[in-house]
């Protein structure tokens, strides 16, 4: 399976930049590990790290609600389940809700876990013995919910370097500017003390798993810019207030 670049510094890795000028109306497009999908009716991206596991990042385009989502995905929509999102780092399971949080864990199969976006991060795990689905908004990367996350797993037992991380679409460097207060915030969880004009909030998520032990080769970024690519994402930042896409993934 193809390996994509680590880069070590997070002030030069502007990798996302470059690429955010995707041609849009060519959806037999394949970026690195990520596919995107359309049919008549909708549009999704998956990637290959997560071949084993239904998964999907929905976009725009005919994906209503997680049940609606799940069901084109094959599984039960009866068994997709979200939580009402609070820009936090609380971690629930499917048991637990209804709840307000920003994290999902689920062990049983066929169970799918979902969160929205509409510019902040969706962040699916997988395991062979757990999946996670992960809404990281500049408030929850700021409180770590991906390491945190990743804590509660290997609390289960998991072994970090197996688990795979893809990182989905979001709001893109260059599109997203911050004052130092949350720059600080957010970049005081990889020990960076010197406050950025605008945050690759992807890039740092991904900064956070490699930090928990998760391999290189096994963490994946869509290259997929929300604010930039209208026809496929909901963005805040562009739009002021908007829809959301979905994100999520179950057990095989």
């Known amino acids: 399976m193809a390996q994509e670049t680590s880069f070590s510094s997070l002030r030069l890795y502007n990798w996302y930049?470059?690429?955010?000028?995707?041609?849009?109306?060519?959806?037999?497009?394949?970026?690195?590990?990520w596919h995107l999908h359309q049919t008549q009716e909708r549009a999704w991206l998956t990637c290959e790290l997560l071949e084993r596991w239904p998964h999907g990042f929905f976009t725009r385009l005919g994906a209503?609600?997680?049940?609606?989502?799940?069901?084109?995905?094959?599984?039960?929509?009866?068994?997709?389940?979200?939580?009402?999102?609070?820009?936090?780092?609380?971690?629930?399971?499917?048991?637990?809700?209804?709840?307000?949080?920003?994290?999902?864990?689920?062990?049983?199969?066929?169970?799918?876990?979902?969160?929205?976006?509409?510019?902040?991060?969706?962040?699916?795990?997988?395991?062979?013995?757990?999946?996670?689905?992960?809404?990281?908004?500049w408030r929850g990367t700021a409180q770590a919910i991906l390491p945190k996350t990743l804590g509660a797993l290997q609390r289960q037992g998991i072994d970090l370097t197996a688990v795979r991380v893809a990182i989905g679409p979001a709001i893109g460097l260059h599109r997203y500017p911050v004052g130092p207060e949350v720059a600080l915030q957010v970049?005081?969880?990889?020990?960076?003390?010197?406050?950025?004009?605008?945050l690759d909030l992807k890039e740092i998520n991904r900064q956070q798993a490699l930090a928990q032990g998760v391999r290189p080769e096994n963490i994946s970024v869509s290259p997929y810019c929300t604010y930039d690519h209208?026809?496929?994402?909901?963005?805040?930042?562009?739009?002021?207030?908007?829809?959301?896409?979905?994100?999520?993934?179950?057990?095989?």
């Open 187 to 198: 970049l005081d969880t990889l020990g960076i003390d010197t406050p950025q004009s605008h």
């Open 64 to 137: 209503a609600d997680p049940a609606g989502c799940a069901h084109h995905l094959g599984l039960p929509s009866e068994r997709a389940v979200c939580l009402h999102q609070v820009h936090g780092a609380e971690i629930f399971t499917p048991e637990q809700l209804p709840a307000r949080g920003d994290a999902l864990i689920a062990r049983e199969p066929a169970v799918s876990v979902w969160v929205a976006s509409a510019d902040c991060v969706p962040v699916l795990l997988a395991s062979d013995r757990y999946v996670a689905a992960i809404h990281a908004g």
């Open 17 to 33: 930049a470059l690429h955010d000028a995707v041609p849009v109306d060519d959806r037999s497009l394949t970026l690195g590990l």
């Open 230 to 252: 209208a026809d496929l994402f909901y963005s805040y930042r562009r739009d002021g207030r908007s829809g959301v896409q979905f994100s999520g993934i179950a057990r095989p």
